[in-house]
């Protein structure tokens, strides 16, 4: 029955089972059943088939929520200048889709009134498949795992102590309406209008290729006509098959639907938080060796190195960093070496505390691609926290050269 209920769940929602492991789908089937009071497998197809609230419910079993506050902190510094270039008679309007347990969607309330917008200039309308995610975003209290990072200067300013933890403000809280809806669904879902802003971070890479580009068609069909979107880390390779235009913002992995904004990307020497964990400090710069790297791997199909790419980044989303450690090293074994790779593995070394291994890393990413400039900020942060200012300020000369050169 297993292999029904990921059929019919890629036909309601897109999801792809692969993306999520073979076990998810199949522990999510033995809980509904045991919820249910069903021990017969064909009784609970029948069952399932037959209620859409069963549907519902064996949904929010398979969407496990893993997000916090201000994750990937640039994406909001961005979305928050984009909105200041904005020409709008109207409020700007923001979208968070998938917004998960809320955090997103109050993080994006936060940084608006940071940048000085009052409440009537903006609304945010926040979007997920999962019942059970917006009765928690609603419910808006939140514990430890929802603060990650270095940046938590927001807690005092935005969020009280309840029982149970902590909550937004109601100033935040009356900025988003929360409510269940599918990407794939009607525009019913979203209304009739477009957004100026539309986040959809970490959705793309459940999908399969041809259910990527169907969503990407309707992700642009939301947007306004110099719209903004932003997606996560994995999914940055996607929008520009579909017109969109990079942003040229470091870490926000931001694409505009069609015009440029004027905006100046920041200099690496500015406090940009690392979205993966910090290394230990080590004071002892590593001597590395000039990466040998054959530049003239022979090319592979170009949607089995994007896959794969996403498959890296999503197992270290989940958590399981070495399990991730792994993949990124089977990737260089079967399509050769890449900046994109490289890069990837040393975030997940980073995330494990393997400062020289990241390092080393960033710098093959670097030897492939100069201007990479996830990498060119990442290794500054990495030598700046082991005490190697000048390699970091060296760095951020690098990044700011390349901004020059591109125009941002």
Known sequence: MTGAVEKLLAETIGLDSASVGPTVVRQAVKDRMAACRMTDPHAYWEHLTGSAQELQELINAVVIPETWFFRDREAFTMLARHARTSKRAQPIKVLSLPCSTGEEAYSVAMAMFDAGFAAHEFKIDAVDISSRNIATAERAVYGRNSFRGSY?????RYLEATEGGLRPNAAVLKQVRFRVGNLFDSRASFGQGVYDILLCRNLLIYFNRE??????????????????????????????LHGFISAEWPLAFAFLKSERVNTAAPKVSAAIPVRTAVPKVNKSRPVLPRPAIDVQAP??????????????????NAGRVKEAREVALAHLKTFGPSAE?????????DADGAAPEAAQSYRKALYLAPNHREALVHLALLLRKQGDHSGAEALAGRLDRAQKRSGT
């Open 211 to 240: 259910l990527q580009d169907r969503a990407l068609i309707s992700l642009k069909d939301l947007l306004a006509k110099d719209g903004l979107l932003l997606v996560g880390p994995a999914e940055a390779a996607l929008p520009r």
């Open 299 to 316: 090319a592979k199909p170009l949607d089995q190195v994007s896959e794969s790419l996403i498959a890296v980044e999503r197992i270290a």
């Open 152 to 156: 938590l200067e927001f807690k005092d």
């Open 341 to 349: 790779i490289f890069y990837l593995l040393g975030l997940v070394q």
